[in-house]
């Protein structure tokens, strides 16, 4: 989605924004601009394209000033051109204004602005916003500010400044995330803390109609109708270069191996030993609340549904609730009936997406508890929900997201296994041995990634294929779903993750050479199908990839070749498999060079719905 960087201090504003918006370049763009301030004068450079050609011309026509704001593009409105590139100006280009959001309203609001007599240049919804601060504008920025967001329906994130106010920078939000940086001397506004994070560790996450007016030494917040509200700053948790590579050539490989070290973040404080019971601060839900519960559903989008796919799985298994997982997207054409004494498990790294949020906010108006499973703290879905549990993954900056649905689901499976020990559901030896498990789980994922290379042998065989399919049952079913998703979203090549129950029905139909097929296969109660499947497809003439148990001397017989993992109760196995399927599509993208921490048309966070 798009990303705003603003700034006002003592530095040079282009620096800040420039290197700012890199930091937010993983959020994908397809234009560039930044407006700066300087005695008395706003002046604007926009470039389609990448930040490289923005800052090729700031070299040849540099802008100095110490106030200034920034913006990459993401087209929601209008094709990606530099005219409808941000930042927008009003008519008399004395006031400059980014935008991340969408404006529902903006039809009737431009229609009304120009039988005013103003004047367009883009197809965009965001310049209908500068134009109404413009119409409401007599000396005071704050006062129009506020009147014209009042007028907007949908979503934003705002930073504007004006050529008549060298000493002030102001910014709201609604729906589209937004920080505020605090510095000596200087602030900033930002779209995630990663952006900001190398200035300082101290922010203020502003909440939706809310907004703040900067100067160099000051940051006042208000509600829409000028009112100060008091807000403790936050301190980012992790160093400065968290959100860099270190030494890794993308963060997806960066991220895939911090998986051990995440995992025990993950659990620290919650699971100390097997025989303790799970501690779970945040999730706000009394131990009567958790025995009369009578249906769990999970909502999410993309990687984050698999998630709940493997949650719906656990919470039956587990806790024997019943449980459902339904895609966010697709729940409010659903209208869905909810129960008394139902939660909803909302599951989202970003705590942003659209979709979500919005099935979010349904779940709560249909009288459900709303619980989420969140990464990014104080996020809009985090700061909606009545309870939340945090992944603890850290910050993760690829497109294609690895650390985080495994740290999704160890924390889904941390909650389900309190809710079997709080509902009596399963036997103490059972939770030992699961909670045991799962704290053998960081070690168990630094044993795969130490087994790269032989997953990186079996990515050379097959890069060159056009299509593959990822057959699962079960449990590992979403598996097989998430590691296509992987493949396919950061290598291009075709890739379906199916029930393998279901490949009679329809998809045997693609087998022949030139597509492989990843088959989890591992020990438990789908093995033996999953031989059968092994077998119709090697019968003919498609090659398998066996994901089994270290050990297994079946699957080596039946497949080509084998990624291993190693043993562990069936109910995990959606962890340690993900980590073999993420190194495979990583190094199949690799191999065909591909863009993978900003794959074509993909963006980190889709704000929009
Ligand atoms: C996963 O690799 C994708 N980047 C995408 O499917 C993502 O999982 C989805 O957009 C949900 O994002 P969220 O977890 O931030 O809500």
């Given at each position: 989605m798009c990303g705003i960087v603003g700034y006002i201090g003592d530095r040079q504003a282009t620096e800040i924004c420039l290197a700012g918006l890199k930091r937010l370049e993983y959020r994908g763009y397809d234009s560039a601009g930044i407006a700066i301030v300087r005695d008395g004068e706003l002046e604007v450079m926009k470039v389609v394209g990448k930040l490289a050609g923005l800052a090729e011309a700031l070299e040849e026509n540099p802008l100095e000033g110490t106030l200034g704001i920034g913006h990459t593009r993401w087209a929601t409105h209008g094709k990606p051109s530099k005219v409808n590139s941000h930042p927008h100006t009003s008519m008399d280009g004395r006031i400059a204004l980014v935008h991340n959001g969408i404006i529902e309203n903006y039809a009737e609001l431009r229609d009304q602005l120009e039988s005013e007599g103003f004047e367009f240049v883009s197809q965009t919804d965001t310049e209908v916003i500068v134009h109404l601060v413009d119409k409401y504008y007599e000396g005071d920025l704050a006062a129009a500010f506020r009147r014209a967001v009042k007028d907007l329906h949908g979503a934003f994130a705002l930073g504007i400044v004006s050529a008549d106010h060298p000493d002030q920078m102001i910014a709201a939000r609604r729906f589209s995330p937004l920080v505020l940086g605090i510095g000596e001397g200087e602030n900033f506004i930002v779209s995630d803390m990663g952006a900001v994070r190398e200035w300082t560790d101290q922010v203020y996450v502003i909440d939706d109609d809310e907004m703040a007016v900067i100067t160099r030494d000051s940051i006042e917040l208000t509600d829409l109708e000028g009112n100060p509200i008091e807000r403790e700053p936050y301190t980012i948790p992790w160093p400065a270069d968290a959100a860099q590579k270190g030494g890794h050539k993308h963060f997806m490989h960066k991220e895939i191996h911090e998986q051990p070290r995440a995992m025990r973040e993950c659990l620290l404080g919650r699971l100390g030993a097997p025989e303790k019971s799970i501690n779970l601060e945040g999730l706000n839900l009394t131990e009567d609340e958790i025995r009369g519960l009578r249906k769990v559903v999970f909502t999410a989008c993309g990687t984050a549904y698999h998630a709940g796919l493997v949650g719906r799985f656990l919470m039956e298994k587990l806790a024997r609730i019943p449980a459902e997982c339904d895609l966010a997207a697709e729940l409010r054409a659903r209208d869905p009936v909810v129960l008394d004494n139902t939660l909803a498990i909302i599951v989202s790294q970003s705590g942003e997406t659209a979709d979500t949020l919005v099935a979010l906010r349904e779940f709560k108006e249909k009288g459900a508890k709303v619980i989420s499973v969140v990464n990014v703290v104080d996020s809009s879905i985090a700061r909606e929900s009545d309870g939340v549990v945090y992944i603890q993954a850290g910050p993760e900056i690829g497109v294609a997201s690895t650390k985080a649905y495994t740290l999704q689901i160890l924390t889904i499976s941390l909650i389900a296994a309190h809710f079997a020990d709080v509902r009596g559901a399963a036997s103490e030896h059972e939770l030992i041995e699961l909670r045991r498990a799962m704290l053998g789980l960081p070690e168990q994922a630094q044993i795969l990634l130490d087994r790269e290379e032989d997953v990186k042998r079996v990515a050379a065989r097959f890069f060159e294929s056009p299509n593959a399919l990822y057959l699962g049952r079960g449990v590992n079913l979403p598996s097989a779903m998430e590691g296509a998703l992987k493949l396919k979203e950061i290598s291009y090549i075709h890739a379906e993750g199916y029930s393998a129950g279901e490949m009679k029905h329809g998809p045997i139909a693609l087998v022949e050479p030139s597509l492989f097929t990843v088959a989890i296969a591992i020990k438990g109660d789908v093995y033996d199908k999953m031989i059968g499947n092994i077998q119709e497809i090697k019968a003919r003439s498609g090659p398998v990839i066996g994901v089994a148990f270290d050990g297994d001397t079946e699957i080596p017989r039946q497949a080509d070749e084998v990624l291993w993992v190693p043993e562990s109760?069936?109910?995990?196995t959606p962890i340690t498999v993900a980590i073999p399927l993420q190194i495979l599509a990583y190094h199949i993208a690799d191999m065909l060079d591909r863009e993978i921490d900003q794959p074509r048309n993909l963006a980190k966070t889709v704000t929009v719905e």
């Open positions: 109760p069936e109910m995990i």
